[in-house]
């Protein structure tokens, strides 16, 4: 459902910080994608939630070239992608409970066919009882929380994290992680970017990805756990 | 003020829009005061001129052919029958001693000075042969003159055109300026929700969606903005004409220009929010749809 073929991409007139990227990710499949700090990840990510365009290569997504696709068709892709951000970029103003709802909104829905969801839903999270508190009222953890809830919403056909766990305890690491797997039992692609070790050993990651200068490496997740307990 | 009854995509309160609803209502005020000032003077060139035009007045110098009774009567007579004249009336001593008191001063002038005698005639609307009654007069009355303020009128008239046109001027450029430091003001206070719009154009939200609940808040802040600025306006001027009417008012104030009271003029005044609002509602869609356009 997503392809990349030789894809380039640098910010501006900088240098190419991702080179010759080619990859695929299968429907139902699971993905981490690792590498140091700075390497690209999120740049990567922000490909494939088309955010960036690249400045080579070709990218398709469900089925679609991206390059060609006319620019009032790519909200319509957008829509079955959710995205955790790294920064979570949650809108101050407005509550937990809206913020969530909010891709529920985009696509024109009443609030009537969404309420008991999201509340569901963030009773899942753990933030049942903080439905109309403020952003700014939210601990890291907690905010990180409602990016996800916001992310899963729409029932996502492919869903990318940006370090979904960097701000919450193991305990809460081990939920997200849970529902994460059962959402892609029911058929989303997942994509994690992720430094935590803890959380490759518990997904069931069919691939794990390597960016490292600017350049994508793939290994079985086994092979790479392996290599990694070696090292 | 949000008809969809749920909140907005836009923080209902925030500096930007406070900045925003004190600029909208200061220009808003000026738009109206000078609206005011504008219409008042075309009204009132309208009031003058037709003023005049309804009456003419006969200069009865004193003859030697005639005696001064005669004189009076024959002219009466003459203009009362002409074609278009709705009455005539001679002025007696006292309202021509009254019409000469702030030039001359009280006392017994007129019994001294040669002051000709004056017959107002009022005429009816529509065309009057003024010509052939001046004419007649002329020819029939010893010493009668018609004075048809035709010189009079056509200043006024001058006059009042050139301040109405002055005061256009001066309502378009304040139109103007409002029209820039409200667009300017707006894109400030969009810089300021740049987050919002790209986080919901990558939630998947169409170009229009944005752009529609962007220029739903700016047209409200707009109107907000306006009605304050009309409201004040609207006491000044009420307070002004007030003031003006009442007794404390300086010697002479009534004579001023009154500047409300009419339905026309508070018509036009309701007209400024909304042009308020439809301004910052356009500057806001142009403007989000020319940041969402850079977006991939
Ligand atoms: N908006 C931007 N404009 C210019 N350069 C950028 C921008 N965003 C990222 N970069 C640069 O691109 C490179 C990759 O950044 P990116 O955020 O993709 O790394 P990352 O792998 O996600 O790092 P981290 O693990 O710290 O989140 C970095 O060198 C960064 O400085
Ligand atoms: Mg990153």
């Known amino acids: 459902m997503v392809r990349f073929e030789n894809v380039g991409m640098r910010y501006g007139l900088g240098p190419e910080i991702l080179r010759d990227i080619s990859f695929t990710l299968d429907q139902g499949s699971f993905h981490l994608l690792t590498g140091p700090s700075g390497a690209g990840k999120t740049s990567l990510l922000k490909l494939i939630y088309l955010a960036e365009r690249p400045c080579r290569g070709a990218i398709s997504m469900f089925g679609r070239e991206i390059a060609t696709t006319p620019r009032d068709e790519l909200p319509g892709l957008r829509r079955r992608i959710g995205v955790v951000f790294q920064e979570f970029r949650l809108l101050d103003h407005l509550t937990v409970f809206e913020n969530v709802s909010l891709p529920r909104r985009v696509m024109g829905e009443m609030e009537s066919q969404y309420r008991a969801e999201v509340e569901e839903l963030l009773s899942w999270v753990g933030l049942g009882n903080r439905l109309n508190a403020k952003p700014a009222t939210l601990s890291g953890g907690e905010k990180q929380r409602v990016a996800i809830a916001r992310a899963v919403v729409a029932k996502p056909e492919l869903l990318l994290a940006d370090e979904p766990t960097g701000n919450v305890d193991p305990e809460i690491g081990g939920r997200i992680m849970r529902l994460f797997t059962e959402l892609n039992k029911l058929g989303t692609c997942v994509m994690i970017a992720t430094h935590d070790m803890r959380i490759m050993e518990r997904v069931p990651a069919s691939r794990i990805y390597r960016l490292a200068e600017g350049r994508l490496t793939v290994a079985k997740a086994h092979d790479f756990m392996a290599q990694a307990k070696r090292a | ?296």
């Open chain 2, 1 to 296: 003020m949000n008809p969809a009854g749920r909140t907005g995509l836009m923080p209902a309160d925030s500096a930007s829009g406070a900045t925003l609803h004190t600029i909208v209502a200061v220009m808003s005020f000026l738009a109206c005061l000078s609206l005011g000032f504008v219409l008042t003077l075309g009204r009132l060139a309208s009031e003058w001129t037709d003023g005049l035009s309804g009456s003419v007045t006969v200069q009865l110098l004193p003859s030697a052919q005639i005696s001064p009774e005669d004189q009076v009567k024959e002219a009466l007579r003459l203009v009362k029958n002409w074609p278009g004249v709705f009455a005539a009336r001679a002025l007696s001593r006292e309202d021509s001693q009254k019409m000469l008191e702030p030039w001359l001063g009280g006392g017994n002038v007129l019994t001294d000075l040669p002051v000709p005698q004056l017959i107002e005639v009022t005429l009816q609307p529509g065309p009057v042969e003024l010509e052939g009654l001046a004419r007649a007069l002329a020819d029939g009355v010893p010493g009668a003159t018609l004075d048809d303020h035709k010189r009079w009128n056509a200043e006024l008239a001058s006059f009042a055109t050139s301040s109405e046109a002055v005061g256009w001027a001066v309502l378009a450029l304040i139109a103007l300026a409002t029209l820039a430091i409200v667009i300017f003001a707006t894109q400030a206070g969009l810089q300021a929700h740049r987050e919002i719009v790209e986080v919901v154009h990558m939630i998947g939200a169409k170009d229009v969606f944005i752009a529609n609940e962007f220029q739903r808040h700016f047209m409200w802040l707009g109107v907000r903005g306006g009605i304050i600025g009309l409201v004040l306006a609207a006491v000044t001027l009420v307070g002004s004409s007030f003031l003006m009417n009442s007794r404390e008012a300086p010697v002479g104030a009534q004579y001023l220009p009154q500047l409300v009271s009419s339905p026309l003029l508070y018509t036009w005044l309701l007209c400024v929010p909304v042009v308020m609002g439809l301004i910052a509602m356009w500057t806001a869609r142009f403007t989000v749809l020319r940041v969402l356009g850079r977006m991939p």
